[in-house]
């Protein structure tokens, strides 16, 4: 079954040219896309969608969230925006909660996450568990996330637990851990952090995660300066998400860490990304990332939601890329860029495809994943000319429409 979506105004693909194309129509065949152009040209489909002159781009591509949990820290926001810090022992709190739920509560949960995510154009989920910080739990938390999200990452290296010394929580997390959940993730993260996990500690996570064949991701330099970029670099990750306390060996770390990489044509060896996480910053007043400084060294960023319960209680992709052009230099189509293509490389999923030949998400090209978002505006400039609007107006995930 094929539809034509024409009447399109402007068509940002986010490919590799970053081509913006007005009066233009795109084509899905089944869950791919398989065609796009200037709408004139359009070929005939087996059904077809008026546009009515409003905007369409990539479905967002949300590459860090922490979606399993449950329980409630409104509390702990208030007394923060009162003045209290952020802490990473806030986790504890929704550690209790999480454990207590059952299945179907976590399952019923995530999935009112997951409505309001793609109400929102989020077409690509990553999520992590790390909030059941036991064998059984993160065990459960990975299969129970693997049910409903596209990439799962294992973070049993969130916190230590309370009732357990520092160092056999590693080994937990590096051994038995590890292995309970490893045919239901992709990726493994650590949070390295004064108050969570040193770098010493990191490493060892990172060396397991690596030796058991999983991708790498890092959570660096969130709350102070500190070892997470240059170890995620080191390892090759595929992203260090945060970066709000960057030196310049950083970002010379990232920098030359796509070295390898042509970003002409997409290929080569990829580097580490760096994911910024705007609402996360604002819910805990922190600095926002020198996201300027690194597009401008060449590094290629991500935005993300980070929605979790503790630090960035919201999965509003818009309100990110509002959030990034206003505070934190990008123009409108880098910020876009960053929450479609770069959450895409931030998850290897950029390009190539996978057993059902549709692995390519966060842009709008030939054969890649069917997944796009019409604005109830006539371009995507109304993302950031209209903060905190409803915007989103239709959503087609693997080629259906689900908004
Ligand atoms: O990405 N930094 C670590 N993890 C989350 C916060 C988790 C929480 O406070 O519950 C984050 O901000």
């Known amino acids: 079954m094929s539809l034509l979506i024409t009447n399109i105004a402007e068509l940002t693909t986010q490919d590799l040219d970053q081509r913006v194309l007005h009066r233009a129509a795109i084509v899905l065949d089944g869950e791919r896309i398989a065609w796009l152009g200037p709408a004139r040209d359009a070929p005939a489909a087996d059904a077809m969608f008026d546009a009515g002159n409003r905007a369409a781009l990539p479905g967002w591509v949300d590459s860090h969230t922490h979606l399993v949990f449950a329980g409630d820290r409104s509390?702990?926001?208030?007394?923060r925006m009162a003045g209290q810090p952020y802490q990473a022992g806030g986790i504890a709190e929704t550690v209790r909660a999480t454990r207590e739920a059952d299945d179907d509560?976590?399952?019923?949960?995530?999935?009112?996450?997951?409505?309001?995510?793609?109400?929102?154009?989020?077409?690509?989920?990553?999520?992590?568990?790390?909030?059941?910080?036991?064998v059984g739990q993160e065990a459960r938390s990975a299969r129970l996330a693997a049910e409903q999200v596209d990439q799962v990452t294992f973070l049993g290296a969130h916190l230590v637990p309370v009732d357990?010394?520092?160092?056999?929580?590693?080994?937990?997390?590096?051994?038995?851990?590890?292995?309970?959940?490893?045919?239901?993730?992709?990726?493994?993260?650590?949070?390295?952090?004064?108050?969570?996990?040193s770098p010493e500690q990191s490493r060892r996570v990172l060396q397991a995660g690596k030796a058991a064949g999983l991708g790498l991701r890092v959570h660096g330099n969130q709350l102070g300066p500190g070892a997470g970029v240059q170890l995620a670099v080191e390892f090759g990750a595929a992203s260090v998400?945060?970066?709000?306390?960057?030196?310049?060996?950083?970002?010379?770390?990232?920098?030359?860490?796509?070295?390898?990489?042509?970003a002409a044509t997409g290929t080569g060896r990829p580097g580490t990304v760096a994911t910024c996480l705007p609402a996360c910053d604002l819910?805990?007043?922190?600095?926002?990332?020198?996201?300027?400084?690194?597009?401008?060294?060449?590094?290629?960023?991500?935005?993300?939601?980070?929605?979790?319960?503790?630090t960035s209680y919201t999965s509003s992709m818009g309100f990110c890329v509002a959030t990034a052009v206003l505070q934190m230099g990008l123009s409108v189509m880098e910020a876009v860029r960053a929450a479609t293509y770069g959450g895409a490389l931030a998850l290897g999923l950029d390009t190539g495809q996978d057993q059902d030949g549709l692995r390519a998400v966060g842009s709008l090209q030939v054969g890649h994943r069917a997944d796009l978002q019409l604005l109830a505006a006539p371009s995507a400039a109304h993302l950031a000319y209209r903060p905190g609007m409803p915007l989103t107006s239709a959503v087609w995930r693997r080629g259906e429409q689900v908004i």
């Not at 996450?113 to 790390?130: D, N, P, Q, S, W």
């Not at 996201?291 to 503790?310: E, H, I, M």
């Open 164 to 197: 357990m010394d520092p160092d056999e929580y590693v080994d937990l997390v590096c051994g038995p851990m590890l292995r309970a959940v490893r045919d239901r993730v992709q990726w493994l993260d650590v949070f390295c952090e004064q108050g969570a996990f």
């Open 105 to 134: 509560e976590l399952r019923r949960l995530l999935a009112a996450r997951i409505a309001e995510a793609v109400a929102g154009g989020t077409t690509c989920l990553e999520t992590k568990t790390g909030y059941g910080l036991d």
């Open 283 to 310: 819910s805990t007043r922190q600095p926002f990332p020198p996201a300027r400084q690194l597009l401008d060294a060449g590094v290629p960023l991500a935005l993300a939601s980070n929605c979790n319960p503790g």
């Open 75 to 79: 509390a702990e926001f208030e007394a």
């Open 241 to 262: 998400d945060h970066v709000n306390y960057l030196d310049d060996r950083d970002v010379k770390a990232l920098v030359g860490s796509w070295s390898g990489w042509d």
